[in-house]
């Protein structure tokens, strides 16, 4: 394909869309510029054209040429085919849905799975360049609504063939956007159609041996369920595949009747998963009125993670230094504890409780999230490009609890920010991740493709500004807040007692209201020394003779410089403050 001279020239309608999802995910309430930000950005509901990076409602949009038309003019060839394929076969172990033949070529592939074929054309095509995509894609939308619309084909491998277009298309950059759960409805129905999720269709031949058509149908029944399972969890839907006891028997028998490796990654990724869907049903549990006790969900809660500590153990170690299980594993883990940080409700029923957060344990999760962000960014260049739709959600589910973390949790007060801030240091993961490496050359330099990784970091780089904004206005407010609670901590500072210094000087009169005599005070010195010359913050009241005075009363004891005094030196065991009587009393 011929390279586009400008290829990160329109960017912004990407960007003003993420500013936008950025700003609902922490709403600004002391920033000025946020609203006009807002009114002058693209609407978040409105369609994003993912073919030439604008929205119908931009008035900018006319005027910006499309991505599709930057000299781009893909060839469909053997050649282009073929490197496309072998890309695919990288991404593969990020989301195993389809078992592709050892020697599996453009040709052989055309001739038995035409269908896949095409499938993994248009999602790699996607993936790795979002210039001139158009020419597969365009292929595969009409063949798919030739296929399952117009001749109502039902067959395993359309069933792939959708599984790998929805796990490896970039919705992630466009998320208002409803074709993937359109893709994800088609491949529901064919599981259903195919009788793919009843125990009866395969479980009868279990004892004598399952066939390699046996095998492909178990695993493109729980493949669809990972990526429905998914869908589900990001958007808060229902699930239309929800986790049965036959998901779990088919995890089993990957595992037991299966050699290949990636068929048990993709088992033991729906078991993680499987723990995620747990966590949500919990916490629907909690947020609903008339649900179960605290302490019965607790109970089901510390269930939940006995169970992904045992998962951990029987985990061969060969799979858990995978990729994207590595990935899966640190995300389950985090989400057990913050899950509400990282997935907030939209909104929540009148007397329903939330999820519990314990500081301490979330505290903890930090670490395990410097963790995950560290991986990402000792990921080599490019690799990104490999992610599956379940990993994109991965790291941005990740990146939306490090936003949070770094600030003030009105859904867990106790949290301590400042320290959190400290351990994630994410501002250094979005600037590192938001640079390009010297691998990467930039667009003024060189013509380059541009990849779902690079719009990745477009966006990140809008989440940055957004962040950098945010730590200004805390530090801001925080060191406010400190220079108040430092002047108001002694009336002194303040200026509010300096009307009454000249009584205490003795250079006024006090008047009983009692019987109309007048007394005036003792000599006293507001030199900050002592009688006898030693510095201190306090003042001395002496009398005549120099000599310092005890006083029985208290507001005079406070007042009045008792704290620097010395009484062991003192011989004064009485009072010598003319107009005090034994009671201490004026």
């Not at 469909?76 to 991404?91: I, Q």
């Not at 979002?130 to 894609?137: A, F, I, N, R, T």
């Not at 359309?158 to 359109?182: D, E, M, T, V």
């Not at 991965?394 to 990146?399: A, G």
Request: with cysteine; proline share 5%; charged share 20%.
């Amino acid at each position: 394909m011929p390279a586009s001279k400008e290829p990160g020239d329109n960017f912004d309608e990407l960007r003003d869309q993420h500013v936008g999802f950025i700003n609902d995910l922490l709403p600004s309430s002391d920033e000025e510029d946020d609203s006009s930000a807002s009114a002058s950005a693209p609407s978040v509901a409105s369609t994003f054209n993912f073919a030439d990076m604008s929205t119908p409602s931009s008035a900018s949009s006319a005027s910006r040429r499309p991505l599709s038309n930057l000299a781009m003019k893909p060839q469909f060839n053997l050649d282009s085919a073929k490197k496309l394929l072998d890309t695919f076969k990288e991404m593969l172990p990020h989301y195993p849905c389809v078992v592709l033949p050892e020697d599996a070529s453009v040709r052989s592939m055309a001739k038995d799975m035409p269908f896949v074929l095409l499938a993994i054309l248009a999602a790699t095509s996607c993936s790795s360049s979002l210039q001139g995509h158009s020419l597969y894609d365009e292929e595969f939308r009409k063949v798919l609504g030739l296929k399952f619309v117009t001749g109502g084909e039902r067959s395993l491998e359309l069933l792939q063939g959708i599984l790998i277009y929805s796990a490896w298309y970039p919705f992630h950059l466009r998320p208002k956007n409803r074709q993937a759960s359109q893709y994800l409805r088609m491949a529901t129905d064919i599981v259903h159609d195919l009788d793919l999720g009843q125990e009866k269709t395969i479980l009868a031949r279990v004892e004598t041996g399952l066939h390699a058509e046996d095998i492909d149908k178990i695993r493109g029944f729980i493949a669809c369920f990972y990526l429905v399972s998914i869908y589900s969890g990001t958007w808060r839907k229902r699930s239309t595949l929800p986790y049965t006891h036959w998901v779990d028997t088919c995890c089993d028998l990957l595992e037991t009747q299966s050699h290949r490796e990636h068929d048990h990654l993709l088992a033991w990724l729906i078991r993680l998963q499987h723990v995620v869907e747990e966590v949500n049903a919990l916490r629907d549990q909690y947020r609903e009125p008339n649900s179960k006790s605290g302490h019965q969900l607790q109970l089901i809660r510390i269930g939940l993670e006995t169970q992904l500590r045992e998962w951990q153990t029987r985990m061969p170690i060969y799979l858990s230094m995978m990729s994207t299980l590595m990935m899966t594993m640190m995300f389950t883990e985090m989400y057990l504890i913050a899950c509400p940080i990282m997935n907030p409700p939209k909104t929540r029923p009148a007397g329903s409780g939330e999820f519990p957060i314990d500081p301490i344990r979330l505290m903890g999760t930090t670490h395990t999230l410097r963790a995950f962000l560290g991986y990402i960014n000792g990921l080599p260049p490019g690799y990104t490009t490999r992610f599956s739709t379940a990993d994109w959600n991965h790291l941005i589910s990740c990146n939306i609890l490090a936003f949070r973390l770094s600030l003030p949790l009105e859904i867990c007060p106790d949290f301590d920010t400042a320290l959190a801030r400290q351990i994630l240091n994410y501002n250094s993961f979005l600037e590192k991740f938001c640079t390009e490496s010297e691998a990467e050359t930039s667009v003024a330099a060189a013509p380059r493709k541009t990849d779902a990784g690079t719009a990745f970091r477009i966006v990140l780089r809008a989440l940055k500004k957004k962040f950098d904004k945010k730590i200004a206005a805390e530090d801001a407010r925080a060191a406010a807040i400190k220079e108040s609670r430092f002047v108001r901590g002694c009336p002194m500072f303040d200026g509010s007692l300096d009307e009454h210094l000249a009584l205490w000087d003795g250079h006024g009169q006090l008047e009983s209201a009692a019987d109309g005599h007048s007394y005036s005070t003792a000599q006293t010195s507001y030199s900050g020394t002592s009688s006898e010359g030693r510095p201190g913050p306090y003042n001395t009241s002496v009398d005549a003779n120099g000599k310092p005075l005890v006083f029985h009363d208290l507001w005079a004891t406070m007042t009045m410089g008792w704290a620097d005094w010395d009484t062991s030196e003192s011989d004064v065991i009485g009072t010598e403050v003319t107009g005090i009587d034994s009671s201490g009393f004026l």
